[in-house]
């Protein structure tokens, strides 16, 4: 029998927080109403990311190229390097994703 069986099922379970970052949602109560009036968060490429025309190849099979020009993207998000233990120096050689996380864990903790 697994470790998730029908006796552990009847375990109460309490979800303490919930946070997220979603293209045009900054919050999970936006991404909710974003769902529910279906909304296409989808967009260009913004300018500010990359020159689509450098990268873009409708081949899908073209080496070192996307055959997509749309994808979701998330706006600016401000991030306090001290408030979150790390040295403004450091935030280049960071991961933007590792940064993303920071925020969102903070959300759920809040």
Sequence with gaps: ?????????????????????FPGSPDTGDFWRTIVRG????SEVPPN???????????PSASL???ARRGGFI???PFDTLDNGIPP???????STQLLAMIVAKRVLE
């Excluded at 998730?4 to 997220?20: E, K, T, Y």
């Design 1 to 21: 029998m697994n470790a998730f069986n029908a006796r552990s099922a009847s375990v109460p379970l309490a979800i303490v927080g919930v946070g997220a970052l």
């Design 75 to 77: 706006d600016k998000v």
């Design 65 to 67: 190229k996307t055959y």
């Design 89 to 95: 120096a450091n935030v280049p050689m960071t991961d």
């Design 49 to 59: 990311y990359w020159l689509i025309d450098d990268y873009y190849d409708p081949d």
């Design 39 to 42: 909304i296409d968060r989808m």
